[in-house]
């Protein structure tokens, strides 16, 4: 098994079933999903992008808010957003989104004027 291959399992996992939006994800349930161990879970995502576990779940979930938010016609309160991401906290959402992209959700939203 090749380093990359762990990671490569995890990335198809989280592109095809967005465990990422479940907002009581855990690292050892998604280490068990993938076959390897929690240890192994949090080297693979040092090695492969810089990032811990809870970095990387977030970075796909503020992702995942911003191509809701960019849907035309589909306009979603951020409360909505923020839920449908994963996040379980709205606040936490907005301090992570404005930390990431450098405005709040609602300045994103009039800035693309969606």
């Not at 938010?69 to 994963?86: D, F, N, V």
């Not at 992570?96 to 300045?107: A, H, M, Q, T, W």
Request: hydrophobic share 35%; charged share 30%; proline share 3%.
């Amino acid at each position: 098994m090749t380093e990359d291959e762990p990671y490569q399992r995890l990335t198809v996992l989280m592109k095809e079933e967005r465990l990422f939006t479940h907002g009581d994800i855990k690292r050892r349930d998604i280490a068990m999903q993938i076959g390897i161990s929690d240890r192994a879970l949090h080297d693979c995502l040092k090695n492969n992008t810089g990032m811990s576990f809870t970095e990387y779940i977030n970075h796909l979930r503020l992702a995942y808010a911003r191509e809701l938010m960019l849907r035309p016609k589909q306009r979603m309160t951020i409360e909505t957003i923020a839920m449908e991401s994963g996040f379980n906290s709205r606040i936490t959402f907005w301090r992570l989104f404005r930390k990431k992209y450098g405005l709040s959700p609602e300045k994103f939203l009039e800035s693309h004027d969606i």
